[in-house]
């Protein structure tokens, strides 16, 4: 290894190591025991065969995410917008299999259509903020914010309004759908092979666009430097759009899998921060597609292993998150002391 | 519904909005000197929940305040520090910031869910209380809607009428100018980023000790306020005063759809609630798009007279964020 790679190596090792400090620290100004905690979050994550099953059914949407958001990271695109279009996809996913469930149509084939709605739900609302970006001048931030809002809006109107369930509409969500439209899962468990393939073939198609194709390289000409890359003949707003529409499809796909896999219906919370999550995952690799799958599952763990902190020791679920928050906060800052002192390289 | 009623609610909404100003505030002042603070929504939640904890330990509101405004500066500084200093993007370490303060909030505060905390109280402003409607309006409030009127007051007269405004305008948009011209931007950003934190960082406690008395976990109803104290400084058009009606025009229909909620049973209020958004994002075009190129081309095709009057109307709605929003500055 080049020495450089070293000193890289080096840097992220002490911010993991910080990052664990700030975080005893934490747990030892709540009471928490600190290294109980940390074993119990372990043990939680992959402590039984359920808990592994739990991880990587939470893998494969956080995993989808954060293939979107690469896509639009690699454009210069800060897509913050992506927790809406995967309640967007969702919705559509929920829409469609309401649409079906009581026609003649084989549940296979209402399940891939709902799939197929979903993909087109999220790639519709990015490609709302990429209008209002390419055609409005507003920026994709404040854009994406303002939809995030409106798509939650959305599904509370839709769940206490009309999808609400008979009798009571609550928080918990719409009617569930008959298992007939639950994506297939392993028996005896609620692990959908399907969900899972679904997203390891789309981080590695990411991968492959980004890293060796004429468009994924014209896509990152864009995003480093649109100046350049629109003087060079590039239509840059094509490509910022394509890069908004490919994230939507991907990250509606995600909002789809929570409906037809995981909850089996729509609720309000139904992107349960993944989006978000995605963005965090993406920055914490630096771009770098080939890490995606690895890190995403770290997370995954972290946030199921985060979930029973609350009853062993009272202490907020929220913790894992923190740990997950301040880890990338640390990277990121390492990375600017390591370019400042070290020099660029 | 009765005059007495709507008084009593609009007075609420004035109250209501003075978090959400204070944080629009900071956030007009950072921006203003070229630094986005993207962290707002987490920056709240945890000066909520600090200025709270110390509130409740020490029994004293001033110091759950102060409390509230140093943990805003010091989430500032680790934005300025790391934008200014190590050149690393504004927005990104802004995001992982609100993620940050919202999880450490809950966190941290587990210890403080549900306790009886000290609350402020209103005190009314003699004379002018007794001023037919404008006194049970504006001067029958607490101490902190009356801060957040100066508030609005102080940054519009600092940021347009005085020289070191002048200055913080530069900064913001022409930094080389304003370092030719003998200012220290980097040094003002520090301090305009750390002022503008701990305005961010007020709004918290002025929540927990004030309008939602209280620290309830998550139940406490502050996730999202940053994101919108975002939009709508956006929205103000980096002007303090546009920023204010924002706030205020926020507020009123916050309480318009509870209002309405009573009336319109139908509706969800979370809905109702959410109307300043799109609200938000048409500001945001109309203010944004005479700058789009294929409006330039349409105009240019259009007729002399009816060009003249669209470009009128367009650069009447025009707001361009300071030009130098979110770049480094290097002074070689």
């Known amino acids: 290894m080049k020495k450089n790679t070293w000193v890289n190596l080096g840097f992220q090792v002490g911010a993991l190591i910080l ?24 043990s939680g994550a992959f402590g039984s065969k359920d808990d592994v099953l739990e991880v990587l059914i939470t893998w494969s949407p956080l995993l989808l995410t954060t293939a979107g958001v690469l ?63 390419t055609f409005g001048g507003v920026n994709e931030i404040f854009g994406g914010l303002g939809l995030n809002f409106v798509a939650t809006a959305l599904t509370i109107y839709l769940v206490f309004g009309p999808w609400k369930r008979p009798g009571v509409a609550s928080m918990s969500g719409t009617q569930p759908f008959p298992e007939s439209l639950w994506l297939p899962t392993l028996p005896k468990t609620e692990l959908s092979l399907w969900a899972l393939g679904i997203s390891v073939l789309v981080i590695v198609i990411v991968y492959f666009l980004l890293r060796g194709t004429h468009l994924g390289l014209r896509l990152k000409a864009v ?100 740990f997950q928050d301040l880890l990338v906060l640390m990277v990121l800052i390492g990375e600017g002391a390591r370019q400042r002192f070290l020099g660029k390289g | 519904m009765e005059t007495n009623t709507t008084l009593i609610g609009l007075a609420g ?29 987490g920056t709240i939640l945890l000066s909520a929940m600090g200025g709270f904890a110390v509130a ?67 005190w009314s402003i003699p004379l002018l209380k007794d001023i037919p409607i404008l006194g049970p309006l504006f001067f029958q409030q607490n101490l902190m809607t009356y801060i957040s009127y100066l508030a609005i007051v102080v940054a519009w007269l600092w940021i347009f009428r005085t020289r070191p405004g002048l200055m913080l305008r530069g900064i913001g948009e022409r930094p080389a100018a304003a370092y030719v011209r003998g200012a220290n931007v980097n040094l003002l950003r520090y301090i305009y980023t750390l002022i503008g934190g701990a305005l961010i960082g007020l709004a918290g406690p002025a929540y927990t000790l004030s309008v939602k008395a209280g620290w309830m ?26 920023a204010a009606f924002g706030a205020y025009l926020f507020s009123l229909l916050q309480w318009l759809g509870l209002v309405f909620q009573t009336n319109l049973p139908g509706i969800p209020s979370q809905v109702l609630q959410v109307a300043p958004f799109p609200l938000m994002i048409l500001t945001l075009l109309l203010v944004n ?24 109307l367009l650069r009447a709605m025009r707001a361009s964020p300071p030009a130098s929003l979110g770049v480094p500055f290097e002074s070689e």
């Open chain 1, 19 to 42: 990052a664990l400090l700030i975080t005893t620290l934490i747990l030892v100004a709540v009471g928490a025991p600190p290294l109980k905690t940390y074993a119990s979050i372990v």
């Open chain 1, 71 to 133: 896509v639009t990271f690699a454009a210069g695109l800060w897509n913050i917008g992506v927790e809406g279009q995967m309640v967007l996809g969702s919705i559509f996913t929920t829409w469609v299999l309401r649409l079906l469930q009581n026609s003649q149509v084989p549940p296979a084939l209402i399940i891939v259509l709902g799939i197929l709605g979903g993909v087109i739900g999220g790639a519709l609302w990015a490609a709302l903020a990429g209008a209002l970006k």
């Open chain 1, 223 to 322: 995003g480093k430097n649109p100046k350049a890359a629109f003087l060079m003949g590039i239509p840059t707003w094509q490509y910022s759009m394509f890069a908004f529409l490919l994230c939507g499809a991907f990250v509606g796909l995600s909002g789809a899998i929570q409906v037809v896999s995981v909850y089996h219906r729509l609720l309000p919370n139904i992107s349960n921060g993944y989006g978000f999550l995605g963005l965090l995952v993406a920055m914490l690799i630096n771009y770098q597609a080939l890490w995606a799958a690895p890190i995403a599952f770290i997370f995954a763990a972290l946030n199921i292993g985060g979930v029973q902190l609350q009853i062993i020791y009272k202490l907020s679920s929220s913790f894992a998150g923190a």
């Open chain 2, 13 to 41: 909404v004035l109250a209501a909005a003075a978090p959400v100003l204070f944080a629009v505030m900071g956030e007009t002042l950072n921006e203003r000197a070229g630094i986005i603070n993207l962290s707002m929504n």
């Open chain 2, 56 to 122: 409740y330990t020490t029994g004293s509101l001033a110091l759950g305040f102060l409390a509230g405004m140093l943990i805003g500066a010091l989430v500032a500084l680790i934005v300025a520090f790391s934008s200014i200093t190590l050149h690393q993007s504004q927005v990104a370490v802004g995001f992982v910031l609100a993620l940050a303060g919202r999880d450490l909030s809950y966190t941290l505060g587990a210890p403080y869910m549900n306790q009886p905390g000290p609350v402020l109280t209103s």
């Open chain 2, 217 to 242: 976990g998550t139940q406490t109803g502050l996730d999202g306020i940053g994101w919108i104290a975002l939009s709508i400084t956006i929205f103000g058009g980096w002007n303090p005063l546009r």
């Open chain 2, 289 to 312: 798009i005479g700058d789009a190129e294929w409006v330039q081309r349409s105009l240019a095709a259009m007729p002399a007279g009816t060009r003249r009057v669209a470009v009128r």
